[in-house]
T-cell receptor, first 113, second 115 residues
Framework: AQSVSQHNHHVILSEAASLELGCNYS??????LFWYVQYPGQHLQLLLK??????LVKGIKGFEAEFIKSKFSFNLRKPSVQWSDTAEYFC???????????FGQGTTLQVKP | NAGVTQTPKFRVLKTGQSMTLLCAQD?????MYWYRQDPGMGLRLIHY???????AKGEVPDGYNVSRLKKQNFLLGLESAAPSQTSVYFC??????????????FGDGTRLSIL
């Protein structure tokens, strides 16, 4: 069965620390991968997406993710987090022709000022 | 440009009551989706639609029904609400698949409590 899993459920960092959130997917074929962010009380917003080509994808607000096919991974990174990055982060993946996405469980990031 | 609009934003129901959640998008997207978000479980797909007049079951469809009579609207119905349906419901839409799956655009959510 297709699945997307996120390793870290709750991460606490101090400002300026580096961030890496893990995401693994378990289905074959052509995969499209996404990271979404949900700020407190808001809807999900797209951070970045991978379709094909360069496996290092840059998104908004200084985030980037690397697609490693051999590891079935799509980890999210940011070199220096800010208090405003406090949010819940979701990895999602999809394939096929219905546009359906499978979401990971989410990672809550808390950045201490 | 409103994007994806969900109504209502909050609702409290008693067990056994029925209600309909409305999702409207103004981006002319073909695909629409209903999710529920529960702590520690991410987003789970309830039902989805790949075009006007078509609907399909997602991961957790039991207890819900949907209709897509107009391209811009996607309705989610609870016929007989149960406490297990207490959740935050998100609607999303995406354009037709071109080169890969297109990103989904989300509404602000509906917080539903069933007593």
């Amino acid at each position: 069965a297709q699945s997307v899993s996120q390793h870290n459920h709750h991460v606490i960092l101090s400002e300026a620390a580096s961030l890496e959130l893990g995401c693994n997917y378990s289905y074959g074929g052509t995969v499209n991968l996404f990271w979404y962010v949900q700020y407190p009380g808001q809807h999900l917003q797209l951070l970045l997406k991978y379709f094909s080509g360069d496996p290092l994808v840059k998104g908004i607000k200084g985030f980037e993710a690397e697609f490693i096919k051999s590891k079935f991974s799509f980890n999210l990174r940011k070199p220096s987090v800010q208090w405003s990055d406090t949010a819940e982060y979701f990895c999602a993946g999809g394939s096929g022709n219905t546009g359906k996405l499978i979401f990971g469980q989410g990672t809550t990031l808390q950045v201490k000022p | 440009n409103a994007g994806v609009t969900q109504t209502p934003k909050f609702r409290v129901l008693k067990t056994g009551q029925s209600m309909t959640l409305l999702c409207a998008q103004d981006m002319n997207h073909e695909y629409m989706y209903w999710y529920r978000q529960d702590p520690g479980m991410g987003l789970r797909l309830i039902h989805y639609s790949v075009g006007e007049g078509t609907t399909a079951k997602g991961e957790v469809p039991d207890g819900y029904n949907v209709s897509r009579l107009k391209k811009q609207n996607f309705l989610l119905g609870l016929e007989s609400a149960a406490p297990s349906q207490t959740s935050v419901y998100f609607c999303a839409s995406s354009p037709i698949r071109g080169q890969g799956i297109r990103p989904q655009h989300f509404g602000d959510g509906t917080r539903l409590s069933i007593l």
